[in-house]
């Protein structure tokens, strides 16, 4: 063989050499950005059930507040066409309406606890509730008794 066909050779063999050690360092930056994506989507998928968990709360709430708010107005229409302490007094001794689930008559509860004078963090810690939510209930009942 002559030192033309060895340089060749040679220069085949460096150009071999070199697509391989790149090939080589392209699968390891793929490796070590996969791991990183990895980590990320982990840490994403863990807000996203935090966020799921205080959205279920949230609509959990708004669901009972709806429901106080229509037993205040169906309060407020008796009220108003019987004008007389009778309705009062039969509206607050009817029974609350039964909740859909066991979270509604959490709320529910808390609310009386509330109406009752105990503080939101008695109330968050004896229901298990969020001590956020308690005090939003116990600031919505301060606001309806100032108007």
Request: net charge neutral; glycine share 8%; charged share 25%.
């Amino acid at each position: 063989m002559s030192a033309a066909g060895w340089q060749l050779v040679l220069i085949d063999g460096l150009f071999l050499a070199l697509a391989a050690g790149m090939g080589l360092w392209f699968r390891g930056w793929l490796k070590r950005e996969k791991r990183e994506l990895d980590q990320r989507l982990e840490v994403l998928e863990a807000q996203h059930a935090r966020l799921e968990r205080v959205s279920g709360r949230l609509q959990t709430v708004c669901r009972v507040l709806e429901l106080l708010g229509r037993e205040d107005i169906a309060g407020e229409r008796a009220e108003a066409a019987s004008r007389s302490g009778a309705a009062r007094s039969s509206r607050q001794a009817a029974a609350p309406p039964t909740p859909a689930s066991q979270r509604e008559a959490d709320f529910e509860k808390a609310w009386q606890l509330l109406t009752e004078g105990a503080t939101p963090a008695e109330v968050a810690q004896q229901l298990d509730l969020g001590l956020a939510e308690v005090e939003l209930m116990h600031r919505m009942l301060r606001y309806r008794h100032q108007g």
